[in-house]
């Protein structure tokens, strides 16, 4: 069993910065790829990031530049910095893990394990 808790989200204006941790605990080691997802009301639950084992990372388009994972393998702890915020960025943003990085990591379907997420509101 895997157990992950995401904490950082809050409420920001355009323009600001948040960053969320994942704490992982249980069943886990740092071989699993772990990474972000958000769901927006009214939307499909969307890839935000992800980071492999070794470090590489992947993220959407709509983040690149302003969004960035990164994980302390020794704490089993994801992170994501969040600059440059934007509205369109309000969503809850979940923490994932899986044992190995799937092919089709944007999908949400692929993570085997969740946290229960962190609201994050951004306003214009």
């Known amino acids: 069993q895997v157990q992950l808790v995401e904490s950082g989200g809050g409420s920001v204006q355009a323009g600001g910065s948040l960053r969320l941790s994942c704490a992982a605990s249980?069943?886990?080691?740092?071989?699993?790829?772990m990474g972000w997802f958000r769901q927006a009301p009214g939307h499909e639950r969307e890839a935000v990031a992800v980071?492999?084992?070794?470090?590489?990372?992947n993220s959407a388009d709509s983040v690149k530049g302003r969004f960035t994972i990164s994980r302390d393998n020794a704490r089993n702890t994801q992170y994501l910095q969040m600059n440059s915020l934007k509205p369109e960025d309000t969503a809850m943003y979940y923490c994932?893990?899986?044992?190995?990085?799937?092919?089709?990591?944007?999908?949400?379907?692929?993570?085997?394990?969740w946290g229960r997420g962190t609201q994050v509101t951004v306003s214009s």
């Open positions: 249980g069943y886990i080691d740092n071989r699993y790829a």
């Open positions: 980071i492999d084992a070794d470090g590489t990372t």
């Open positions: 994932a893990a899986h044992p190995f990085t799937p092919r089709n990591w944007w999908r949400p379907q692929t993570f085997a394990y």
